[in-house]
């Protein structure tokens, strides 16, 4: 159903496209294509986004190094009370303090697991919110910038070629001498976007 709805509504872009080409008697139309994933990669502010969230991923991570030391401690300490418990001929009164030692040894392991767990599907929600965030905001601005640089231009068609639309498919199926302004748009945005 979604590829029969793409389908029929690139036909009619295409269609208004070739109507508005055959109407362009004395006007030639003027198009260019544009590269959002190039712009993604090598746009500034995402890579000032990118910065933040590896910066926070890494302080992230070093707590979750410091929480999995104390698992790995409680780990060793478990094997060796384990390993006591069962090669040692002790008194009934001696066996329940370690069994209770174990207890409470387990319980905290159990626990600082459960927290990592916890902590680490929480920092993967998080990243994927701020990253989808971050990437909305650019695309927002990329959008205003093309648009502002095709008005100022003349352009009366930009088409975004990287193939990432919703569809997967690109928009743009022939083009003749399209003017790729995807490095103009870099420029502008690498310089509007410094705080």
């Given at each position: 159903?979604?590829?029969?709805?793409?389908?029929?509504?690139?036909?009619?872009?295409?269609?208004?496209f070739?109507?508005?080409l055959?109407?362009?008697?004395?006007?030639?139309?003027?198009?260019?294509?544009?590269?959002?994933?190039?712009?993604?990669?090598?746009c500034?502010?995402?890579?000032?986004?990118?910065?933040?969230?590896?910066?926070?991923?890494?302080?992230?991570?070093?707590?979750?190094?410091?929480?999995?030391?104390?698992?790995?401690?409680?780990?060793?300490?478990?094997?060796?009370?384990?390993?006591?418990?069962?090669?040692?001929?002790?008194?009934?009164?001696?066996?329940?303090?370690?069994?209770?030692?174990?207890?409470?040894l387990?319980?905290?392991?159990?626990?600082?697991?459960?927290?990592?767990?916890?902590?680490?599907?929480?920092?993967?929600?998080?990243?994927?919110?701020?990253?989808?965030?971050?990437?909305?905001?650019?695309?927002?601005?990329?959008?205003?910038e093309?648009?502002?640089?095709?008005?100022?231009?003349?352009?009366?068609?930009?088409?975004?070629?990287?193939?990432?639309?919703?569809?997967?498919?690109?928009?743009?199926?022939?083009?003749?001498?399209a003017?790729?302004?995807?490095?103009?748009?870099?420029?502008?945005?690498?310089?509007?976007?410094?705080?």
């Amino acid at each position: 159903m979604l590829r029969t709805n793409f389908s029929a509504k690139l036909l009619l872009h295409l269609s208004t496209f070739a109507l508005l080409l055959s109407q362009a008697n004395a006007t030639e139309l003027k198009v260019a294509s544009v590269n959002i994933d190039k712009i993604l990669l090598h746009c500034e502010a995402a890579d000032r986004e990118l910065s933040y969230l590896k910066s926070g991923r890494d302080r992230y991570l070093r707590e979750r190094n410091t929480r999995q030391k104390k698992i790995n401690t409680l780990a060793i300490e478990l094997k060796a009370l384990q390993t006591k418990i069962n090669h040692k001929a002790m008194p009934r009164s001696e066996r329940d303090n370690l069994l209770n030692k174990r207890a409470k040894l387990i319980a905290q392991y159990q626990s600082l697991t459960k927290e990592v767990q916890q902590a680490d599907d929480e920092q993967t929600k998080n990243t994927k919110q701020k990253i989808s965030s971050a990437t909305n905001r650019i695309l927002k601005q990329c959008h205003l910038e093309i648009k502002t640089y095709a008005k100022a231009n003349g352009f009366h068609w930009v088409l975004e070629t990287s193939g990432n639309t919703t569809s997967r498919v690109s928009p743009l199926i022939y083009a003749r001498h399209a003017i790729d302004i995807t490095d103009d748009i870099l420029g502008i945005l690498n310089k509007e976007l410094v705080p």
